[in-house]
């Protein structure tokens, strides 16, 4: 078989993003919840918090420094690999790529030192600055970057001159039709993401029966925060299947498996094998009529199908089909996990229900499952488009011989393979170590003088340990 020099140069650049953004769906949550620890810690001087968040910032920090050393690479991707497309979308996506670097990063950058180093160095007020300082560098960071791919999804604000995009408007490009919808939805993911990651590790420390106080606050948290951002998250995802219908009919089509040019009364299909040759679906299984009612608020309500465009413009369905419903349903999951807590909570059973506490663990990767799928939907329902409707992606591919491509490929899935059985096996070291001990703990305090009810505490949590 030929090699295909543009199919490659997709396949590379769907696997670096798919690596990349891993991690961000982690730090962002993670540096959120670490500020909200050193906040709670401050106000209560309740040493768990302060536990909290002395054991989790070095899981941050090895996860923020995979997602920056992966992240450089695909802007270069961009000029290797679709430089045509660097060419003529350069005026509207070179100053967002270059705004998020000189707001977000610079911010985390600047603050990551003092935030990782400056314990017992600045006072505690300081700390919890940078701290907050560098959940807000990643927040904007996702801001910038959901502008910019926003934008190639629902282009705005722009206007086409010689061939080159040029912009009109920068409020209309960075706001764009879709951006509000999915940026909400990312952040949304990303916080779920690390709950689920915080809990499922909470859960390992009780079923192994080690550092119960840090490990029951941790769970009791992590679900707490499940139980409002789950239901949230599918409430802004109906949202953004509203926005979606309104501006990319087509992508939404191959989400919900929709063939015929106009249908009504549309089912909610929960599974189905998508057959692009022939047009249709088999075995499927679904509700009847309830995409429409929720796609249109009405029982009868008309989709647009595949078929109201040429094939040659029309995604991989499958694809789209099935991501699509993995995301769903591992949020459907989420929200049973938190339900599930909630009823175990009010029995007195949640630190002890073994099944419970294993599901939790299980679920450690959920979140970044869940956001993987999302972006699939995202990115391989717009193509054949690039920016949809006026760039498509293979009219823009670098022309490189396809052996350098399947080298560059091949050498990228060697390397981060092997980086990423690093990164688990430091991150597995760092939750086998457990928490910072009680005795460290009380150095610590006293090192930046605090007061004598949050030694008590200390002493407190010590004598339970020993107890246990």
């Not at 941790?218 to 409430?235: D, F, K, N, T």
């Not at 089912?267 to 995409?291: S, W």
């Amino acid at each position: 078989m030929e090699l295909d020099a543009a199919i490659l140069s997709r396949i590379q650049f769907a696997f670096t993003v798919s690596f990349h953004i891993i991690f961000p769906a982690i730090t962002i949550g993670l540096a959120t919840a670490i500020a909200i620890w050193e906040g709670l810690w401050l106000k209560t001087r309740n040493p768990i918090y302060f536990q909290l968040a002395k054991f989790w910032i070095k899981p941050f920090a090895i996860t923020f420094g995979m997602g920056v050393v992966s992240g450089i690479v695909l802007s270069y991707e961009f000029g290797t690999n679709f430089s045509e497309f660097s060419e003529i979308t350069g005026p509207v996506l070179g100053p967002l790529m270059a705004y998020e670097v000189l707001t977000a990063f610079f911010l985390e950058a600047g603050f990551l030192g003092v935030m990782l180093f400056g314990w017992q160095r600045v006072s505690e007020r300081l700390h919890f600055f940078a701290t907050c300082v560098v959940a807000v560098g990643t927040w904007l960071s996702a801001f910038w970057i959901i502008a910019a791919n926003s934008w190639m999804q629902t282009p705005a604000g722009y206007e086409i001159v010689n061939g080159r995009f040029e912009v009109a408007s920068w409020l209309e490009v960075i706001f764009n039709p879709s951006m509000p919808y999915r940026l909400v939805h990312m952040l949304l993911a990303a916080m779920l993401t690390a709950t689920f990651v915080i809990g499922g590790v909470s859960a390992w420390f009780l079923l192994k029966g080690r550092d119960q106080a840090f490990a029951r606050k941790g769970l009791s948290m992590a679900l707490w925060a499940a139980l409002i951002l789950a239901p949230v998250q599918a409430l802004v995802g109906d949202f953004h299947g509203l926005n979606v219908k309104e501006h990319q009919p087509v992508k939404l089509a191959a989400m919900e498996g929709i063939w015929p040019e106009r249908e009504a009364g549309v089912p909610l299909l929960l599974f189905a094998v998508p057959d692009m040759d022939n047009e249709t679906n088999h075995f499927e299984i679904g509700i009847p009529r309830l995409a429409s009612l929720i796609l249109t608020h009405e029982w009868d309500g008309e989709l647009q199908g595949l078929k109201s465009v040429p094939a040659d413009e029309r995604p991989n369905v499958p694809l789209v089909f099935y991501s699509f419903r993995l995301m769903v349903g591992l949020g459907v999951l989420m929200i049973g996990a938190a339900l599930w807590g909630l009823w175990l909570r009010r029995g007195g059973r949640l630190y002890e229900h073994r099944p419970f506490l294993r599901l939790m663990n299980l679920m450690i990767p959920s979140g970044v499952l869940a956001t993987l799928a999302g972006w699939y939907v995202v990115e391989i329902g717009r193509q054949p488009w690039l920016v949809q409707g006026l760039v498509r992606t293979m009219e823009v591919v670098s022309p490189l011989p396809a052996e350098r491509v399947l080298f560059s490929l091949t050498l990228f899935v060697l390397t981060y393979s092997l980086l990423f059985c690093v990164y688990l096996y430091f991150m597995a070291k760092l939750v086998r170590k457990g928490p910072p001990d009680m005795a460290h703990l009380e150095q610590h305090l006293i090192g930046i003088q605090a007061p004598g009810y949050a030694l008590a505490w200390v002493k407190k949590l010590q004598h339970d340990k020993a107890e246990a």
